[in-house]
Nanobody, 125 residues
Framework: QVQLVESGGGLVQAGGSLRLSCAASGRTFSSYAMGWFRQAPGKEREFVANIRWSAGYTSYADSVKGRFTISRDNAKNTVYLQMNSLKPEDTAVYYC??????????????????WGKGTLVTVSS
């Protein structure tokens, strides 16, 4: 059984930083990349960033470019999201997710096969 487990969420003041982690486990887990999504109250789930396991290529939503950095540790099957210069509008539940097979085009939530349960990030003003 595949499991994605997030950690690292919490309460932080605007301008502060947090680092999220997502550990993947399970004998059947297989994906070429992993990413982060977030869902704010009353809003749809949206893409944040992704990274390929092998080459380390990354992609970011415009709203987080220059502030967030995604990285991975292949040996630990873990992906990280370093979030700096946090803003109140970054407040959301953050989920890690992965597709089972290669995706061309955008990473829409409906195209993901594996999901974590999420971790809450709250940024106070």
């Amino acid at each position: 059984q595949v499991q994605l487990v997030e950690s690292g969420g919490g309460l932080v003041q605007a301008g502060g930083s947090l680092r999220l982690s997502c550990a993947a486990s399970g004998r059947t887990f297989s994906s070429y990349a992993m990413g982060w999504f977030r869902q704010a109250p009353g809003k749809e789930r949206e893409f944040v960033a992704n990274i390929r396991w092998s080459a380390g290529y990354t992609s970011y939503a415009d709203s987080v470019k220059g502030r967030f950095t995604i990285s991975r540790d292949n040996a630990k099957n873990t992906v990280y999201l370093q979030m700096n210069s946090l803003k109140p509008e970054d407040t959301a539940v953050y989920y890690c997710a992965a597709p089972r097979a290669y995706l061309s085009g955008t990473w829409d939530p409906i195209r993901m096969d594996y999901w974590g349960k999420g971790t809450l990030v709250t940024v106070s003003s």
